[in-house]
């Protein structure tokens, strides 16, 4: 039998706020345990919550940007669970009036054109602690760090309207990318301030009811996410073929095994008997709160892949991959303000840059590459203006991205710069002696010949010579024309 995918994804990002979402506390990550706690976001009886109006304020701006219709008045409410990193026994979240509802998300899928994802509801809530559990002899024991209780995080849940892994792909890089936009995120999945939670369903290609699905928590980068869906794939449809059921269950990924292990039945979970939170007041959206979040949304990241196709002649496809982050965008755009050839920018951006990049840890951004936008840019510039042909560029990058020094400072140390005609006589002349019947050949008119020659005066100056004036100085010295 033949499957299809569906998938939707639960998105909790914590939010850039200096401090918790119902109390005073700092939210900087990686302080040590139980150093950013007061009563409130320890749970102790009698102390009281109050909204933190950054997180509201990112919260709306988020809203707004995912194109969700937003309430009037939106109230939180209850979670009631136990465990031990939930100092309340309950997580105050929002069950009804959600902050925003029926929105979406536009996906660039490349050549298969833009996708529309819907979003369910948008909602805010806090983050829990972290239990942390000793390995090794006589650590029979769990520690409780409460640092993290409290840090607002902010839920997207978008409709099951995924279809293959390439659109979950691309869907996880779209929303990052529009969260970093709004700069509302530090959106780094290594320390969990951007989480994807997996649900996923196979069902007959053709069929048009839903299947059974799974909730995979944990996924801590988008890779891992990715080697899930082959997973579960692998698992359920091999179940399904069997004739057997996909239980409804949340399951943990195994990094070690790659494979799913079932955590817990959805069957018979809690019912969380939400309840509204009689400790918070409601929060009224007026229409001037709307307006003035909408006139605070910064040009995203569709719109800005449209401006450089527009206003910096890009394709379709290279303005796609470099407005995909923020911090490259800006990059990107950095240096054609030093050097304004977008082009041959946009290349080096994509190629050299990039496979930096990719050799970076995941959570990593071109802010801290050696290279910065403006040695970039001179370095187009020193190729522009024929200081360095593209051959000498090649040698000179990696030792930018090596040493983080200037092109021209490079360029200047390691001799680099492209030899003169006095320079270059003598490895022609040499050439031509060492080739006779090329030089007869091409004094015969056979002019595609010369690139022979040039080949072995490249080779022999280093790269350092520039092949427009070779091919002159060759002709010249051949006594042919043209
Ligand atoms: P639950 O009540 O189990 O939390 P929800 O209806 O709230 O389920 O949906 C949670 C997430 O699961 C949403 O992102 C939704 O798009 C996705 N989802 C719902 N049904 C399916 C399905 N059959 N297959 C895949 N994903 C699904
Ligand atoms: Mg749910
Ligand atoms: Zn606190």
């Known amino acids: 039998m033949s499957y299809e995918i569906v998938i939707g994804f639960e998105v909790h990002t914590e939010l850039k706020t200096r401090s918790k979402v119902w109390c005073g506390c700092a939210t900087t990550f990686g302080a040590p345990p139980n150093t950013q706690v007061c009563p409130v976001c320890l749970g102790m009886p009698g102390s009281l919550p109050v909204l933190n109006e950054d997180a509201f304020q990112l919260s709306l701006k988020t809203a707004l940007a995912l194109n969700c219709e937003v309430p009037e008045i939106s109230t939180f409410d209850r979670k009631n669970y136990y465990y031990p990193d939930l100092p309340k026994n309950y997580q105050i979240s929002q069950n009804d009036k959600f902050l925003g509802q029926k929105g979406w998300i536009d996906v660039d899928l490349g050549e298969a054109g833009i996708k529309r994802i819907r979003i369910n509801n948008i909602h805010l809530e806090e983050d829990a602690g972290k239990n942390i559990h000793p390995e090794g002899k006589g650590h029979d024991y769990s520690l409780v760090d409460l640092n993290r209780a409290g840090t607002p995080l902010l839920e997207i849940v978008t409709e099951p309207d995924l279809r293959t892994k390439e659109e979950a792909q691309a869907f996880m890089l779209a929303m990052r990318s529009l969260l970093q936009y709004l700069d509302v995120s530090d959106c780094k999945m290594q320390e969990g301030s951007l989480r994807f939670e997996l649900n996923m369903s196979l069902r007959p290609k053709g069929s048009d009811k839903f299947g059974t699905k ?55 979970a809690n019912d969380y008997r939400y309840f509204p939170d009689p400790d918070l007041v409601d929060v009224e959206i007026t229409a001037d709160m709307i307006a003035a979040a909408k006139g605070s949304l910064p040009e995203l990241p569709l719109a800005r892949r449209q401006r450089f196709i527009d206003s910096l002649g890009l394709s379709p496809y290279d303005a796609g991959v470099l407005t995909a982050s923020k911090t490259t965008a800006d990059y990107f755009e950095a240096a054609v303000a030093r050097h304004n050839n977008p082009k041959t920018l946009a290349n080096w951006v994509m190629t050299g840059i990039q496979s930096w990049l990719n050799e970076q840890p995941e959570d990593t951004t071109v802010e801290s590459c050696p290279i910065k936008a403006e040695s970039l840019a001179e370095m187009v510039a020193l190729i522009d203006s024929n200081t360095i042909n ?87 010295k051949l006594g042919v024309e043209g």
Do not use: H, Y
Not at 403 to 429: C, F, H, N, W, Y
């Open 214 to 268: 799974v909730e995979v928590k944990n996924l801590n980068s988008m890779s891992v996410v990715l080697k899930c869906i082959d997973a579960e794939f692998e698992r359920q449809s091999e179940l399904l073929d069997d004739g057997g059921k996909v239980a409804a269950e949340t399951r943990l990924w195994d990094e070690v095994a790659m494979v799913t292990r079932s955590m817990r039945s959805k069957e018979t």
């Open 390 to 476: 593209s051959n000498i560029a090649k040698k000179v990058f990696p030792l930018m991205l090596e040493t983080g020094k200037r092109p021209s400072v490079i360029v200047e140390e390691q001799g680099l710069k492209p030899m003169d005609d006095t320079a270059l006589d003598p490895l022609i002349d040499e050439a031509i002696a060492a080739n006779p019947k090329i030089a007869e050949d091409i004094r015969g008119g056979k002019l595609k010949a010369i690139g022979a020659l040039m080949g072995s005066v490249m080779k022999k100056s280093g790269g350092r010579a520039n092949p427009d004036a070779l091919t002159a100085r060759i002709k010249q």
